[in-house]
Structure formats: structure tokens, C-alpha cells
């Protein structure tokens, strides 16, 4: 949690204006209110993308090579805060709305924007620190995946090429997904439905 907030004394002291009015101390009780509701954060995998969540929503992940803090000013900025923020709005647009992917990580990108800049810190320095550690196709480092890791992001984003090694890092002997076959099955499924579709679309009389 960041070290200079916007409440340090009173988090229920009532603001000078409404409460429906935009306001940086209303955001942050907010931010406060859904670290406290969240089932657990899980810091022990590696994660494309820097963040995720469990098929349930009851579990976030964030990647296990980012720092808990980055330097900004001088002061140690707490981060795992804001990425929890962005993964409960997105997972949440998601279920309960059925939005793709692409438009729940719009809303849930600029609600983090929101946060961040409510804590008095400039989102390109918090964006460019996140973007040296995200993890993408080619990637090296997927040698440790949770098995229950939601697969629609990378569904959405047709990243298979990542899914492929994904699957590839899951089948190495003594992963973590080699107990539980849950993530290998799911990330087969996905793949082996990618691969009849684009079949299917070889097939189509436009193609032939």
C-alpha cells in the first residue's frame, strides 16, 4: 500500500462535498474497500501479461518477477493495489456482463490510470515500470503456471502462440500444472478449437 495516502488519519471522515462528486479521496476508500474484499493475492507464479485471475475470480495473480514497490519521487510506491483494482474490475465486466476481453481491460486500465494519479503519481512513470516486466510470446520465463489461471484474455487476444508455450512450459516434467492436468487440458481445448476453426476456415468455398 502506497506510504503517503490520501486518509492517513480519518478513512471515514466525512468529505467536504458530496460523495457522488469526482473526487481522489472517495476513489482511494474504494481502492481500500475492494483490497480488503478480495479473496487472496498470489504472488508465486508466472503470469503473461504481469496479472491475472482464477477461473472463479476468488484468486489474483500477479507476476512473481515484478517488484512489490517501485521508486517514484524518492518513496517506495506499494503496487500490487492497483493492479488488484485493474483484475477485479476486468474479471467482474467479464462475468457478469459478458464483455470481451479487450473492452473489460479498457475500463479496468483506466480505472488503475485513476487510482494511480489519485495517489499523486505520474501513470507514464507507474506504466513504464510495469512495461519491463510483462511477459509475452517468446518469453522465457513461464516455467511456473497456475492451474486454474483464466484463459480468456489470451483467448481473446488470439494469442495462441503464447497458449502454445503455455502448454509447452505445463508438459515440462515437475511444473507446477503436472499434479493437476487442470491448466494442460484447458489450454489444449483451446488450442485444438483454434486449429479446427482456422481448418474450417481453409475449407469455407471462399477459400477453395
Known amino acids: 500500500m502506497a506510504d503517503r495516502r490520501c486518509h492517513p488519519k480519518a478513512a471515514h471522515e466525512r468529505l467536504r462535498l458530496p460523495d ?5 479521496l472517495m476513489l482511494d476508500r474504494a481502492l481500500d474497500a475492494i483490497v480488503r474484499r478480495v479473496g487472496r493475492i498470489d504472488r508465486e507464479h508466472d503470469i503473461p501479461y ?3 485471475y482464477s477461473l472463479d475470480g476468488k484468486r489474483v495473480y500477479i507476476d512473481r ?4 514497490t517501485f521508486l517514484y519521487r524518492g518513496r517506495a510506491v506499494a503496487v500490487d493495489r492497483y493492479l488488484l483494482l ?3 474490475v476486468e474479471k467482474t465486466l467479464i462475468d457478469q456482463l459478458d464483455l470481451h476481453y479487450q473492452h473489460a481491460h479498457q475500463i479496468a486500465t483506466r480505472a488503475e490510470e485513476a487510482a494511480v494519479r489519485a495517489d499523486g503519481i505520474s501513470w507514464r512513470a507507474y506504466d513504464r515500470f510495469m512495461q519491463r516486466y510483462v511477459k509475452r510470446m517468446g518469453d522465457e520465463r513461464l516455467a511456473k503456471l497456475p492451474d ?12 495462441f502462440d503464447l497458449m502454445r508455450r503455455m502448454a509447452a512450459a505445463a508438459d515440462v ?3 507446477s500444472a503436472q499434479g493437476d492436468p487442470a491448466l494442460r487440458r484447458r489450454l489444449a481445448k483451446a488450442l485444438a478449437a483454434r486449429a479446427a476453426a482456422t481448418e474450417a476456415a481453409r475449407e469455407t468455398p471462399a477459400n477453395r
Open 65 to 68: 518477477h515484478l517488484p512489490q
Open 20 to 24: 457522488t462528486y469526482v473526487s481522489s
Open 50 to 52: 504481469l496479472a491475472g
Open 173 to 175: 516434467p515437475g511444473h
Open 86 to 88: 485493474h483484475e477485479e
Open 148 to 159: 486454474d489461471l483464466d484463459l480468456k484474455p489470451y483467448r481473446d487476444e488470439h494469442d
